[in-house]
């Protein structure tokens, strides 16, 4: 399995344009989870997504913030206009739900994302 | 509040040597406890994770934690550090079941040769 993909890996763009990070969860995952991470915060969940549905975005900033999942293997964040304090590493995550005791989150190698 | 904290921002222990790292959590109940490990560049990796049984639970790459109830604490812990395991790592926690895991603010560990 490939993993988790996230794309691109790095992205550099100016104060007030939109951004948009993609993810591709692990095939047959029905979790997926948008995180930020930075050094002031540390790694905050932004939102999850169950079988393609929004559970909890209570993490999600702002409305600058938003998250689709239109497919299972396919999810965007989009953010729009950005701010320099955006600046960050965002991380896609995929769960397989087997029950607690299986629980485990596969993570993508995250966006590097500088608001200039 | 719930919180996961992890006291020791960073680490630096000789290869061969022995390592614990501390995760404390704040949480009424026993929550659902998880050690992820990062390296430079990369998504976070699962090492082990406790949500009952045993106290004492074994991961991969050579490490184990054990969840102490009565300190509210779930160090992990391995004998011999080898330079690979220079990375950061993440305790976090899950406190109710429901996904929405909570982050320690990591610790980044050094190995010298």
């Known amino acids: 399995d490939a993993g988790v993909i996230q794309s691109p890996r790095h992205e550099v763009t100016e104060m007030g344009q939109e951004v948009t990070l993609r993810c591709k969860p692990i095939?047959?995952?029905?979790?997926l989870f948008w995180y930020r991470q930075t050094m002031m915060r540390g790694l905050e969940l932004l939102i999850y997504f169950n079988n393609n549905v929004p559970i909890d975005d209570s993490g999600m900033p702002e409305d600058r913030f938003s998250a689709k999942m239109p497919n299972a293997s396919f999810s965007t964040l989009k953010i729009q206009p950005s701010e320099p304090r955006d600046s960050a590493v965002y991380f896609c995550a995929s769960s397989l739900a087997r029950g607690k005791a299986n629980e485990k989150l596969f993570f993508g190698s995250g966006t590097q994302l500088s608001v200039l | 509040a719930q919180s996961v904290t992890q006291p020791d921002i960073h680490i630096t222990v000789s290869e061969g040597a022995s390592l614990e790292l501390r995760c404390n959590y704040s949480y009424g109940a026993t929550p659902y406890l998880f050690w992820y490990v990062q390296s430079p560049g990369q998504g976070l990796q699962l090492l082990l994770k406790?949500?009952?049984?045993?106290?004492l639970v074994q991961g991969i790459k050579g490490f184990e934690a054990e969840f102490k109830r009565s300190q509210s604490s779930f160090n992990l812990r391995k004998p011999s550090v080898h330079w690979s395991d220079a990375a950061e790592y993440f305790c976090a926690v899950d406190p109710s079941g429901t996904y929405k895991y909570i982050f320690g603010t990591g610790t980044r560990l050094k190995v010298l040769a």
């Open positions: 095939s047959g995952h029905d979790y």
């Open positions: 406790y949500f009952s049984g045993d106290t």
